[in-house]
């Protein structure tokens, strides 16, 4: 059997297949960035809707306990709420 490099055409064959696969193997790494960035970005939001929520709720939980006068509220967490509630209407 002939190795490739004593048949020029089989050599040139080779070089094309690999060429190739390399090329696919680029067009993969790009679509594979390409959805790292759009799972990136949706962590980022998901990360930000998931503190706003967490924010609604703690100012949810010191609005129910000013209302049943259980503890009282931190400093600063009366005037949120008021200010929350008139950004909502």
């Known amino acids: 059997m002939e190795s490739p490099t004593e048949n020029p055409s089989k050599a040139a064959e080779y070089l094309k297949e690999l060429n190739k696969i390399i090329e696919t193997q680029q067009e993969l790494l790009e679509k594979q ?4 960035d759009e799972l990136e970005q949706q962590v980022a ?3 930000h809707e998931n503190a706003c929520l967490q ?3 703690h100012r949810h939980l010191a609005t ?14 009366l ?10 209407k």
């Open 79 to 88: 005037s949120a709420i008021q200010e929350n509630a008139r950004h909502e």
């Open 64 to 77: 129910c306990r000013l209302q049943q006068g259980v503890l009282p509220a931190p400093p600063g967490v």
């Open 45 to 47: 939001k998901l990360y």
């Open 55 to 57: 924010d609604e709720h």
């Open 33 to 36: 960035k390409r959805r790292i």
